[in-house]
């Protein structure tokens, strides 16, 4: 008739074939996740390292010394923290110590400019440069146990003994203290115009060790004796030394890797749509020979008894005997060896406990020994078939 359509529309690509969409799906996600991670790195990789390192004074953790900072706070010391030595400089007054770690960020001249003003200087770590421009002495091998103080200087006197992670060799001049004139672990320099101490701190000072011997007793000796600590904390955006900023893995690689990496990947992931959409669902093939469960057991039963492994197979079979008697006196399938042994002492009349050998005692190690086993658990298999068909007398 005219006037109506009567044509069926042809189902659309996703009616004929949802499960591809499903997996065109699938694979854009991976697709988007594997780019994503791939950024991710690769912003990581270009990030530089961390400019703090341990030893700072908000640091809370292990390597910190934040309880050290708030220990001074509770003595009355007011503690400051600075990463810009001009800062830390103009800070420096009378009754000031001047604390800092090895200001490896810094050129000599920088050192020399913001330790001027200051009349008292506390390193609490240092490399071998450092010791030799400040004239103090030189790095000692070895480290030594527990030791005290054991100089002259009167502010250690109640320190106790402590045990240091680094050694020095004093220069002339140079009093030794916590050791002796071989190696020590703090040098105090009061030679010149200010009061100066060097000190490895790391493992004696840090959230992790303060509380460890007198750790605590010889930092307050060292920067508590003034009213004022000036803390600098050396960072990378400090630094004077151009040539010594951290290089990152994006300035040391030329400027095509990184296109040709994100190449690399958007062709990876198109090959890996391009051949994911040739697999199709699984279909289930009949194998072209059938082999019958007796051929099998007959074949495990060769190869055993050519292994002359009798132990194996009398365990085989005290399996099988236990879940068919846990078949017939219903049980469950996978019964404790003493629940099918009670169940068929009780349909038996025996007392309990006479079937627990039989069921689960040692194995034999020899054929006569396997023998005996099959006869007896034929046997008792051949009891219980028998009790349940009979009737039972009241």
């Not at 009754?95 to 001249?109: A, I, R």
């Not at 030594?144 to 402590?162: H, Q, Y």
């Amino acid at each position: 008739m005219s006037g109506v359509d009567t044509s069926v529309d042809a189902p659309s690509t996703v009616e004929r074939d949802p499960g591809r969409m499903r997996r065109v799906g699938g694979w854009a996600l991976v697709a988007i996740l594997v780019v994503a991670v791939a950024l991710v790195a690769l912003r990581v990789s270009a990030t530089a390292p961390d400019a703090h390192g341990g030893m700072d004074p908000e640091g809370r953790g292990d390597t910190g010394t934040l309880a050290l900072a708030e220990i001074l706070r509770d003595q009355g010391v007011e503690v400051e923290t600075f990463r810009s030595r001009h800062e830390a400089r103009r800070a420096l007054g009378d009754d000031t110590t001047l604390v800092m770690t090895n200001p490896y960020t810094l050129s000599d001249e920088a050192v020399a400019e913001l330790i001027e003003p200051a009349e008292r200087v506390v390193f609490l770590s240092t490399g071998t440069h450092l010791l030799r421009e400040l004239g103090i002495g030189e790095a000692a091998a070895g480290s030594a146990a527990s030791v005290s103080a054991d100089c002259a200087a009167a502010e250690f006197a109640e320190v106790g003994s402590i045990r240091p992670d680094r050694l020095f060799t004093p220069a002339d001049g140079v009093e030794a203290c916590f050791g002796d004139a071989d190696g020590a672990a703090v040098l105090i320099d009061d030679r010149g115009e200010r009061w100066q101490a060097v000190v490895e701190g790391t493992k004696l000072f840090s959230n992790a060790y303060l509380a460890e011997n007198g750790n605590a007793a010889l930092a307050l000796a060292l920067l508590g004796q003034t009213e004022r600590v000036v803390w600098y904390v050396p960072t990378f955006g400090d630094s004077d030394r151009e040539v010594d900023q951290p290089e990152t893995l994006g300035s040391l690689t030329p400027g095509w890797v990184t296109p040709a990496i994100l190449l690399l990947m958007i062709a990876g992931i198109a090959a890996a749509v391009w051949r994911g959409q040739r697999f199709g669902p699984l279909v289930a093939e009949t194998l072209p020979v059938t082999v019958r469960a007796s051929e099998t057991m007959h074949g495990r039963a060769r190869l055993t008894a050519k292994a002359a492994d009798s132990a194996h197979a009398a365990a085989a079979l005290r399996d099988g005997s236990q879940r068919r008697l846990a078949r017939r006196l219903g049980l469950a399938a996978h019964a404790r060896v003493d629940e099918v042994a009670d169940a068929a002492a009780d349909r038996l009349r025996v007392p309990r406990g006479s079937l627990q050998e039989l069921l689960g005692g040692p194995l034999p190690s020899d054929d006569d020994g396997l023998i005996d086993l099959a006869r007896r658990l034929g046997e008792l298999e051949a009891a219980v078939a028998e009790s349940r068909d009979s009737p039972r007398s009241e």
